[in-house]
């Protein structure tokens, strides 16, 4: 069955540092990919998306380019702030899936330092 | 601000009792909402699809007897464990729609429970 695959956290970085948050998927036909993002607190929000092979998703100085060649979509940021202290989720929607039917990484939980 | 609101927060209660939680589409009609549970460490997993005026569809594996699901509102899901036990300790995430997106939700914030 379909997959989604992270890299294990947490990530704690030092601000201005670069970000890349691992994501690799498993699954048949042509899925759409996401980054969510859950601050403390608070729901999951969509971060960015991507539907089709090569398209990039952006948002907030965050990108990931959807890579149907290396079946990834890694999540890259040039700099990160405090603020962006929060866990990651990467997930998949598959077309013929309910509309419910995302399917999640474990997420990264990643914590910048001033 | 949120727009799926979800009650309460956080929840500790005896093996054996029910316990509700309630997930609240906020300026918004949801016909649809979906329950996720969390476990630490691991991904969230939809539980089922909470549908307004039918019941719910629940995903393979999950007890429909226990996980009890109530679409009362185009604003209002309930879930419902029964009879609860340790097990069931998790995080229970309810999700709806957005309006006019293609293929994106709204998730609250989520509901702790504790089984003792």
């Known amino acids: 069955g379909d997959s989604v695959t992270q890299m294990e956290g947490p990530v704690t970085l030092s601000e201005e540092a670069f970000l890349t948050i691992n994501c690799t998927y498993t699954a048949t036909g042509y899925p759409s990919l996401f980054w969510y993002v859950q601050y403390p607190g608070e729901g999951l929000q969509l971060l960015l998306k991507a539907t089709k092979a090569d398209d990039k998703g952006s948002n907030k100085g965050f990108e990931a380019t959807y890579r149907k060649e290396t079946t990834s979509f890694h999540l890259e940021k040039g700099s990160v702030q405090v603020s962006d202290s929060a866990v990651y989720f990467c997930?998949?929607?598959?077309?013929?899936?309910?509309?419910?039917?995302?399917?999640f990484g474990k997420g990264t939980k990643l914590s910048v330092k001033p | 601000g949120a727009v799926v609101s979800q009650h309460p927060s956080r929840v500790i209660c005896k093996s054996g009792t029910s316990v509700k939680i309630e997930c609240r589409s906020l300026?918004?009609?949801?016909?649809?909402m979906f329950w996720y549970r969390q476990f630490p460490k691991k991904s969230l997993m939809l539980m089922a699809t909470s549908n307004e005026g039918s019941k719910a569809t629940y995903e393979q594996g999950v007890e429909k007897d226990k996980f009890l699901i109530n679409h009362a509102s185009l604003t209002l899901s309930t879930l419902t464990v029964t009879s609860a036990h340790p097990e069931d300790s998790s995080f229970y995430i309810c999700?709806?729609?957005?309006?006019?997106?293609?293929?994106?939700?709204?998730f609250g914030p989520g509901t702790r429970l504790t089984v003792l």
């Open positions: 999700s709806a729609p957005v309006p006019g997106g293609w293929n994106e939700q709204f």
């Open positions: 997930a998949l929607l598959n077309y013929g899936g309910s509309q419910g039917n995302l399917i």
């Open positions: 300026d918004f009609q949801a016909t649809t």
